[in-house]
């Protein structure tokens, strides 16, 4: 089966994905497979920039989404689905006809008003079927943050990988998860504090994880789970809770 695999780490923001999906499908007809996608409002192959913590302490993730491949739209509507023997999904557009209830279920699948069918990413199935050995978005991606082939040949990379569904065929490393840091200043002498010692402390109260803080007076606690923390030093012990987001706790005096 193949598979799409994204590396968060290494993608850059540049849009080439994004921007290499559109010119290949706006405006072009790659029927039996696709019919053209609209100029605007549908991005088979988009791009979310998503904005973490709060300045000085922030962290900016991009994170291509392909959300179209995934086997669990062929649970829901099998007649709608393309059989291929790469397990590529492809919305068959003759038989999405009126079928909004698939564009209003499924993230990444759209609903062209103008020609009356859902439309999705092919995984450009047309380009597969004449030799290429990747889609487009992959083969624009500088980076290698973006890969395709078969889920066997990343065997070793997709054990911690996450998916955004059970059924879904794009694997992520590096997904962004929570990240809970501040900085440490002695207000008495004016200067931050180099060197001391800062654990995050998990809901049990067991250590997750321990460091120093850099010559800046900075700490950050970064890819943790999402959960209710405490931040240790000193003599003191602060909430930081990361849950629902990540935590900058900013300046914190020792004293």
Known sequence: MKVFVVDVAKCNGCYNCQVSCKDEHCGVDWMPYAKAEPM???????????????????????????????????????????????????????KCQDRKDIADKFPGVF??????????????AHLLDDGWTVPRCVDSCPTGALRFGEAEDFAGELEDAVRL??????????????????????????EVVIGADVALVGPDGAVVAAQKTD?????????????????????KSLDADATDAD?????????
Not at 40 to 68: K, M, N
Not at 85 to 91: K, T, Y
Not at 111 to 124: D, M
């Open 40 to 94: 605007t409002g549908q991005f088979w192959c988009g791009v979310e920039e998503r904005v973490r913590g709060t300045v000085p302490l922030t962290r900016i993730s991009y994170i291509p989404h392909l959300d179209a491949q995934t086997d669990a739209i062929g649970d829901y509507a099998p007649e709608a689905v393309m059989e291929r023997e790469d397990g590529i999904v492809v919305l068959d557009p003759a």
């Open 111 to 124: 609903w062209n008003e103008e020609l009356g069918i859902c439309q999705g990413c092919t995984g450009c």
């Open 165 to 190: 569904d059970e059924k879904s065929h794009v694997y992520y490393l590096n997904y962004p998860k929570r990240f809970v840091g501040g900085c440490l200043v002695d207000l008495d002498e004016r």
């Open 215 to 235: 010559e800046f007076g900075d700490f950050m606690f970064d890819q943790v789970e999402a959960a209710a923390y405490k931040v240790t030093f000193a003599d």
């Open 247 to 255: 935590v900058n706790l900013g300046d914190l005096s020792i004293k």
